[in-house]
C-alpha cells in the first residue's frame, strides 16, 4: 500500500522507514495456550518449515525463485515486491532465539514491546500497561535446535 501511494503522489518520498529502526516492528504468530497444549509438536514444526522459508528467502541461489513465489501470490510485479523484500528483516531460528532473550533493546521482542506498551499507555491508547512477559512464550523457539 505505502508503495501504491508513493506512486500516485508526484515527488512523494519516504521520510521514515522501520527500516530506519531494526526491531520497532515485529510480527509473530499468535496461538491460545489449550491449543499450543494440545499441539506443541505441530506448532514446532510450523517453526521449522519458517526456519527453511527464511533460508530459502536468503539464499543467493533461490532468491529469485522466493520472490516470484510470494509475488504471484499477492499479484505483484516479482521487481515490484523485490522492494518490499528488501525492507523486511525476516527472522530464521536463530534470529528468533536471539530476539526472544529478555533485554530493554529494540534487538528483543521483549524491549520492543515494553517501548510500544510505555508509549501507549503515555499517549493514552490505554489506561493500564500490559504484561508483557505474560504474552510472550519463547519456549518452542528455544527447544529447537
Same mark, same amino acid.
Not at 89 to 111: C, E, P, R, T, W
Given at each position: ?67 516470484? *513465489?510470494?509475488?504471484?501470490? %499477492?499479484? #505483484? !510485479?516479482?521487481?515490484? +515486491?523485490?522492494?518490499? =523484500? ?38 493514552? *491508547?490505554?489506561?493500564?500497561? %500490559?504484561? #508483557? !512477559?505474560?504474552?510472550? +512464550?519463547?519456549?518452542? =523457539?528455544?527447544?529447537?535446535?
Amino acid at each position: 500500500m505505502a508503495n501504491q501511494a508513493l506512486k500516485s503522489v508526484a515527488g512523494s518520498k519516504i521520510i521514515y522507514s522501520s527500516k530506519d529502526k531494526p526491531g520497532l516492528i515485529y510480527d509473530g504468530v499468535s496461538v491460545n495456550m489449550s491449543h499450543l497444549s494440545a499441539h506443541k509438536e505441530e506448532w514446532k514444526k510450523l517453526i521449522q518449515v519458517w526456519d527453511k522459508t527464511v533460508k530459502y528467502i536468503n539464499d543467493p541461489a533461490t532468491h529469485a525463485d522466493a520472490v516470484k *513465489i510470494m509475488s504471484n501470490r %499477492v499479484g #505483484v !510485479d516479482p521487481t515490484q +515486491y523485490e522492494q518490499f =523484500v528488501g525492507g523486511t528483516h525476516l527472522l530464521d531460528l536463530a534470529g528468533n532465539k536471539k530476539a526472544f532473550v529478555k533485554n530493554d533493546s529494540f534487538d528483543s521482542v521483549y524491549g520492543s514491546s515494553y517501548h510500544v506498551n510505555q508509549f501507549n499507555v503515555n499517549n493514552g *491508547i490505554y489506561k493500564t500497561a %500490559v504484561d #508483557v !512477559d505474560g504474552l510472550i +512464550y519463547p519456549d518452542l =523457539v528455544n527447544e529447537l535446535k
